[in-house]
């Protein structure tokens, strides 16, 4: 490891005080909702949070086809993890203008599968309270080679920041009316 990135690891955990460690994830989180637009394409991200801070995150494009519709209004929820003989799946649920509870079932099944396992790497590290400077460095870091994953690691990014007090947006990473909807 890098002097560097040791002391600014070091001096993050200063700052912000070692949260404990919640392995076992809750069946119902809180979330976010955030829109982003990168290359023309609509993106969501459901961002779970866990004493306010971000815990896991689902991310993909929005699409008619798959289900991934939601309301511009809605920009919180909650994540709910539902087990079944089959196997684990997350479902997304918001309450419409009206008050009716609308649920988006199998997040996990809705997005692509090389995004759908990059977010649950970062949901690991998330979940391992890795201080969120450090979590956006090390996605903002990635070299990936597809024009499509880099938009998306944009995007997550952008997602995150919002979680930082404070954080400043680089100049070419600064929202406009095209990046966020």
């Not at 949260?19 to 993106?43: A, G, I, S, T």
């Amino acid at each position: 490891m890098h002097d560097e990135t040791l002391f600014a690891m070091q001096e993050a955990n200063t700052e912000n005080p070692r949260r404990e460690v919640v392995e076992v994830r809750p069946d119902v989180l809180e979330c976010d909702v955030v829109r982003f637009q990168n290359n023309k394409e609509k993106w969501v991200a459901f961002v779970g949070l866990l004493d306010g801070e971000p815990y896991e995150i689902f991310t993909g494009l929005m699409d008619d086809d798959e289900g991934i519709m939601i309301p511009k209004s809605v920009n919180k929820g909650r994540i709910i993890k539902n087990v079944t003989p089959m196997g684990k799946r997350y479902d997304f649920q918001f309450q419409n203008k009206r008050g009716y509870k609308i649920t988006v079932e199998g997040l996990n099944e809705k997005f692509n599968k090389e995004y759908w396992n990059y977010a649950k790497l970062i949901s690991g590290v998330l979940r391992y309270r890795m201080p969120l400077e450090n979590v956006i460095r090390l996605v903002a870091s990635l070299t990936l080679d597809d024009d499509s994953i880099n938009a998306w690691k944009a995007g997550v990014v952008r997602a995150l920041k919002k979680y930082v007090p404070g954080a400043n947006l680089e100049p070419e990473q600064q929202d406009t009316d095209e990046d966020i909807y």
